[in-house]
């Protein structure tokens, strides 16, 4: 098993829908949950971090779910600009116990229609 | 510009040669890692390090594959006797790790294409 996996998609929504992404991961001791956005043909980069309690960030929510080892990213009123490849990215705990590394995801591509 | 840097941005080699990417993170970020991304996959680790300590460095990385990072500042990645599959674009991200967390920037990366 992976240790981190997405919906495969692409998400063809139209402008204005709301679109819910998916995550799990393997390892239970993983520490840190983020989501990343990755447009084509550039880098990474931090879209939001990922709380215990959910956290949102204007017309995106993101939630964990320790017990489940499940992590979502919900976009609401989709926007053409939102078109990108969603990657969720979870922090092992590396040996010792100190912070790990950063394990992505293959990605969510969604793809915003008007 | 005080981004991350990567160089050289693209890399043509034959099968059988070494090659090596060079990555200047922010300035006194602590943090500094390689990734490798294929076409339709995510960034794939392959080692960080903190400060001039390298970490951890990915089991799937053959003994081909070596880097540094001198004095904790920049660091080069290395590939020796280069095969078709080691054709990527190579990522470097630079990060503070604090107390509150940690927030990676990317390079622009190194695409690698073997020959």
Sequence with gaps: RKEVEQDPGPFNVPEGATVAFNCT?????????????????????????????????????????????????????????????????????????????????????????? | DTGVSQDPRHKITKRGQNVTFRCDPISEHNRLYWYRQTLGQGPEFLTYFQNEAQLEKSRLLSDRFSAERPKGSFSTLEIQRTEQGDSAMYLCASSLLEQGGEKLFFGSGTQLSVL
């Design chain 1, 25 to 114: 991961y393997s390892n239970s001791a993983s520490q840190s949950f983020f989501w990343y956005r990755q447009d084509c043909r550039k880098e990474p980069k931090l879209l939001m971090s990922v709380y215990s309690s959910g956290n949102e960030d204007g017309r995106f929510t993101a939630q964990l779910n320790r017990a489940s080892q499940y992590i979502s990213l919900l976009i609401r009123d989709s926007k053409l600009s939102d078109s990108a490849t969603y990657l969720c990215v979870v922090r092992v705990r590396s040996y010792g116990g100190s912070q790990g590394n950063l394990i992505f995801g293959k990605g969510t591509k969604l793809s915003v229609k008007p």
